[in-house]
C-alpha cells in the first residue's frame, strides 16, 4: 500500500517555473517506480515523466523534455517534478502516481497502482 500527496500546484505566467512535490508513504514505497501525469479538462490522463526506484533512470514524454525534472529523495520518500519555461498548454491537473516494481518506463497510467489526488497547475499567457 502507498499514500501518495501532491504539493506545490499554483498560478505562473507563461516562461515562469513550479516544483511539485509529492510526499509519499506505507512501507515500500522506496522501492517502487514514480511517475508523474497530468490531465487537462476534456483530456486523457498524459505521462509526464517517471523515475525509477534508485533514481539513476528517468523518462520523460518528448515535450517535456528539456523543461521538466523528475527526481526523488529516498530518504524523504519524496518525488518531485521540476518545471521551467512552461507553457499555457501545461495547464493541467498533475498526479504523482506509484508503480510497484523497481524499474519500469511504463507511460500507461492503467499501469500505475497507486496515485495521489493531484494538484492543479495554471500557466497564464
Known amino acids: 500500500q502507498a499514500q501518495l500527496v501532491e504539493s506545490g500546484g499554483g498560478l505562473v505566467q507563461a516562461g515562469g517555473s513550479l516544483r511539485l512535490s509529492c510526499a509519499a508513504s506505507?512501507?515500500?514505497?522506496?522501492?517502487?517506480?514514480m511517475g508523474w501525469f497530468r490531465q487537462a479538462p476534456e483530456k486523457e490522463r498524459e505521462f509526464v515523466a517517471a523515475i525509477s526506484s534508485s533514481g539513476i533512470s528517468t523518462y520523460y514524454a518528448d515535450s517535456m523534455k528539456g523543461r521538466f525534472t523528475i527526481s526523488r529523495d529516498n530518504a524523504k520518500n519524496t518525488v518531485n517534478l521540476q518545471m521551467n519555461s512552461l507553457k499555457p498548454e501545461d495547464t493541467a491537473v498533475y498526479y504523482c502516481a506509484a508503480k510497484a516494481v523497481r524499474y519500469s518506463d511504463s507511460r500507461r497510467p492503467n499501469e500505475y497502482d497507486y496515485w495521489g489526488q493531484g494538484t492543479q497547475v495554471t500557466v497564464s499567457s
Open positions: 506505507g512501507r515500500a514505497v522506496t522501492t517502487y517506480t
